[in-house]
Nanobody
Framework: VQLQASGGGLAQPGGSLRLSCAVS????????MAWFRQAPWKEREFVAA???????YYADSVKGRFTISRDNAENTLSLQMTTLFPEDTAVYYC?????????????????????WGQGTLVTVSS
């Protein structure tokens, strides 16, 4: 399984960006998938996750502003980000796992996920 993240760039505070993660080697619908991010000088943190049945989970810091979704026809995962803040500046990573029990137990942990994309930089600045 390979994941390829794209869509990062520069956005103004209050603006929007849409990230995509192309999945190859397996259908996206057979995976639980997530977005993590790592800001400068900080540890990588959970942003959002999407399980097989479509249930979604969000970090409190992005709830109501970010939306995670999957396009089965395109075999991609997306993260629609709105009302961006400077503190959303980070490298964003998509991740995936096919393991049901670890995801159900620890979906917020990095080590739950077996496959990772290379990261895409989001900068929020005026």
């Amino acid at each position: 399984v390979q994941l390829q993240a794209s869509g990062g760039g520069l956005a103004q505070p209050g603006g929007s960006l849409r990230l995509s993660c192309a999945v190859s080697g397996r259908t996206a619908s057979s995976l639980a998938m997530a977005w993590f991010r790592q800001a400068p000088w900080k540890e990588r943190e959970f942003v959002a996750a999407l399980r097989w049945g479509g249930n979604t989970y969000y970090a409190d810091s992005v709830k109501g502003r970010f939306t995670i979704s999957r396009d089965n026809a395109e075999n991609t995962l997306s993260l629609q980000m709105t009302t961006l803040f400077p503190e959303d500046t980070a490298v964003y990573y998509c991740a995936a796992t096919a393991r049901v029990s670890p995801f159900n137990t620890n979906k917020y942990r990095e080590d739950t996920y077996d496959y990772w994309g290379q990261g895409t930089l989001v900068t929020v600045s005026s």
